[in-house]
């Protein structure tokens, strides 16, 4: 049974406008999210965080948005580059905070 | 900066064979982990490890073992390949709990 899902596969975006990525849980024991980013041929890279106690997170063009009561977290970008295009995970873990379970990925395109 | 650094890009073998994948950190992060992913299916956890010589298995470690003999070194065996381990292989690194996993480029594993 899937803990971390990522209903949507894939996502098209204009370049400028708001990309919205999104990512259910179903374990209330998560309290520690993150949001990679990963181009082919290459290992995930970081994007940002958040923790439970917490229900919003910003960094430059990146925001986490948390709802804890919904089990459900958001990524948005503002405004979309055309180098944004990339597969993003979504990952959860636990209070111990070492494993990490990981989504399925959203592809997201970015057109200029 | 983060440096994960995975012995090779891409490996082929054959069944049967032995196969071990090496991850080396340069940044004394205490744990390090493995993962393989798979198209349609994320990235799953194979193991990790929280200290020298100490390892726990993952969600998928069936046909897998560890080594971690230094704080910088972690490895992968396969101790009989299959053609079902034919996967992206990603090592991670970690601080410590609650802090960002950093991630290696990967290791694209073919078995004939």
């Known amino acids: 049974d899937q803990q971390v899902k990522q209903n949507s596969p894939s996502l098209s975006v204009q370049e400028g406008r708001i990309s919205i990525l999104n990512c259910d849980y179903t374990?209330?024991?998560?309290?520690?999210f993150l949001w990679y980013k990963k181009y082919p041929a290459e290992g995930p890279t970081f994007l940002i965080s958040?923790?439970?106690?917490?229900d919003k997170n910003e960094d430059g063009r990146f925001t986490v948005f948390l709802n804890k009561s919904a089990k459900h977290l958001s990524l948005h970008i503002v405004p979309s580059q055309p180098g944004d295009s990339a597969v993003y995970f979504c990952a959860a873990s636990d209070q111990a905070g070492t494993a990490l379970i990981f989504g399925k990925g959203t592809t997201l395109s970015v057109s200029s | 900066d983060v440096k994960v650094t995975q012995s090779s890009r891409y490996l082929v073998k054959r069944t049967g064979e032995k196969v071990f994948l090496e991850c080396v950190q340069d940044?004394?992060?205490?744990?390090m982990f493995w993962y393989r992913q798979d198209p349609g299916l994320g990235l799953r956890l194979i193991y990790f490890s929280y200290d020298v010589k100490m390892k726990e298995k993952g969600d998928i470690p069936e046909g897998y073992s560890v080594s971690r003999e230094k704080k910088e070194r972690f490895s992968l065996i396969l101790e009989s390949a299959s053609t079902n381990q034919t996967s992206m292989y990603l090592c991670a690194t970690q601080y410590r709990g609650n802090q960002p996993q950093h991630f290696g480029d990967g290791t694209r594993l073919s078995i004939l």
């Open positions: 374990n209330s024991m998560f309290d520690y």
């Open positions: 940044m004394d992060h205490e744990n």
């Open positions: 958040i923790s439970s106690i917490k």
